[in-house]
């Protein structure tokens, strides 16, 4: 999988101390990220990436029924473990 730029649109948007980071797919799907605008950018790119590729497999898995809802516990651990490795340090 190769890796653009293009798709990280960095901070998008702030509220409060809070910045909004978008992540645009090939695919048109957008992830956001709420986090304390203090922080610095250079895990962010990483992170959106890492997910982008978690969400690549898993909606090529052939139980996979496209345009619904990810329903796969092995998913959530997946981010979650991605959240942890992170952005650790915030929680």
Partial sequence: MSKTNSMFLKEVDTHLTDSVYCYLTAAN????????SKNGENF????????????????????????????????????KELVKKYFAGMF
Wanted: aromatic fraction near 22%; charge should be negative; proline fraction near 7%.
């Fill in 29 to 36: 799907v957008k992830f956001l990220l709420l986090i304390d």
């Fill in 44 to 79: 962010k790119e990483q992170f959106f990436f890492d997910l982008y590729e978690l969400y690549v497999k898993t909606v090529m898995n052939p139980f996979y029924e496209p345009n619904t809802k990810i329903n796969f516990p092995a998913f959530d651990s997946k981010v």
